[in-house]
């Protein structure tokens, strides 16, 4: 059974590359290139007109550039994919293209086979980045500072959660009440408080819910 060909648009503002890119594409048997322009504006307007299944995006075109464009087509035309293919090698450029739906992007360097191996990788719905790109945007990431892990038990107020790591440590209400200078009163209003929004019956769950989301291993009084 013949495989249909991967419907292909090329978006790109040089005429000599995106002529001699549309050149290439054509000679590859299972590839059909629907259509060549050169604005992001056109593209978006025949990537409606054409229905192709990639579009082969360069990122500086005139008027509209690439990554508007590719948020474009990809709001109109969901199911068609985006290559980038430009110059551009900043890492900020990819994420700004990935956020904006691309899911492929490589540098025009890129020989004749790794682009056609990214338009078939698109169409599969894979994301696909260069080597040089995939290089730069893994030393971007590692040198990001780490995301801030969500807050334990959010559900608790600050005393609350200083609360239940003291319990987690084995404090009693008499102990927490002489750590933390409140009154015997006030913290058996908060051991309550935490056991009803935590849904734990007693003691002894609240300190299980506590260790398993690490607290109790270190101290939690007050310097």
Partial sequence: MTMAAVRVLVADDHPVFRR???MLLASVSDIEVVGEVATGTDVVAAAA???PDVVV?????PGMDGIEATRRVRQA???VAVLVLTMVEEDAAVLAAMRAGALGY??????QDEIVRGIHAV????VILGPPVAR????YLSAAPPIPR???????TAREHEVLGLIAQGQSNQEIAALLELSLKTVRNHVSSIFNKLQVADRARAIVRAREAGLGLGPEAPA
């Fill in 106 to 111: 490589l540098v025009k360097d890129a020989d």
């Fill in 20 to 22: 001699g890119l549309g």
């Fill in 49 to 51: 007109g054409t229905a």
């Fill in 123 to 126: 169409v599969r719905g894979e």
């Fill in 136 to 139: 730069q945007l893994i030393e």
């Fill in 77 to 79: 035309c969901p199911q």
């Fill in 57 to 61: 995006m360069d990122l500086h075109m």
């Fill in 150 to 156: 969500p807050p334990t038990f959010p559900e608790l």
